[in-house]
């Protein structure tokens, strides 16, 4: 009995511990381009900037976005590894431009592009000498001279406890998604084997089944048994109700 309090209350603070480290975001984590947010196909990447992996695998991500366009909806979202020392800062960064442009995608886009363009610049040993304030401060020139935002609008952004906020509870959501490593993908909310290696072809392979799936158009039942109606419950989808049963929009003839 005694071992069984302990369990029990083992578990009560444990799943408090875990509910309290995720807070829920103000708006759904990331930010996403190309189709709406409930597209047939939706495409996660949890991201480091200081990743070569990441680096690796974003011009294959750029050719998915304009290979699709408006058929898929692509999200990434920040996920700074602790072993890479300015990961954080530059996941702050973008956080900031995203702020400092009302969202706007292409600017946040743009300056992941520049960042892995230019990663050298802040992976590991080329800031070892460098203290946090100067490393920010690299990237607050970087992003001004790149014409993103203000030097001095970049740097308040980065003083910002709020968009401090919103880096780490980015980072907590990815880990409430199991992720552990990046580049990670998720395709309809299912992690995938996907990784720097991936070519266009090899999305194609796993994307083109899924969007051919939803673009089969189920044949009209214009004739039901005799007893039986007709119930068209969603576009393209009919079914035959029988006596007794009620037409349920998104669902079907039931009970």
Same mark, same amino acid.
């Given at each position: ?44 990447? /949890?991201? #480091?900037?200081?990743?070569? $992996?990441? *680096? ?14 408006? *058929?898929?909806? /692509? ?26 442009? #009302?969202?706007?995608? #292409? =600017? ?26 100067? !490393? ?30 919103? =880096?780490?509870?980015?980072? *907590?959501?990815?880990?409430?998604? $199991? ?6 993908? /998720? ?11 991936? =070519?266009?072809?090899?999305? *194609? ?15 009209? !039942? ?28 998104? !669902?079907?003839?039931?009970?």
């Amino acid at each position: 009995m005694q071992f069984i309090k302990i369990s029990i209350l083992f578990t009560v603070i444990y799943a408090g511990i875990i509910s309290a480290q995720v807070p829920i975001p103000s708006r759904p984590d990331g930010y996403g381009v190309g189709g709406p947010a409930d597209a047939h196909v939706v495409v996660d990447m /949890f991201l #480091d900037p200081i990743c070569p $992996g990441c *680096k690796a695998a974003w011009p294959t991500a750029l050719q998915l976005i304009q290979a699709y366009g408006t *058929k898929i909806h /692509f999200r990434i979202h920040t996920f700074p590894l602790p072993y890479h020392t300015n990961s954080f800062v530059a996941s702050q960064g973008l956080h900031v431009i995203a702020n400092a442009t #009302d969202r706007n995608l #292409d =600017t946040i886009y743009r300056y992941m592009t520049k960042i892995f363009e230019n990663q050298q610049m802040w992976y590991n040993d080329a800031t070892k000498s460098m203290t946090m304030p100067q !490393v920010i401060e690299s990237l607050a020139s970087f992003v001004d001279k790149a014409g993103f935002i203000t030097k001095d609008k970049f740097l308040n952004g980065m003083n910002s406890d709020d968009i401090n906020d919103q =880096t780490r509870i980015s980072w *907590k959501y990815a880990c409430s998604r $199991g992720v552990v490593g990046t580049p990670t993908f /998720f395709i309809n909310g299912v992690t995938t084997s996907a990784s720097s290696s991936w =070519t266009l072809d090899d999305w *194609k392979s796993v994307i083109d089944p899924i969007l051919a799936s939803n673009q089969q158009v189920s044949s009209e !039942v214009k004739d039901c048994p005799p007893g039986q109606k007709p119930c068209t419950y969603a576009p393209h989808k009919v079914q035959c109700c029988i006596n007794g049963e009620s037409c349920i929009p998104n !669902v079907g003839c039931r009970c």
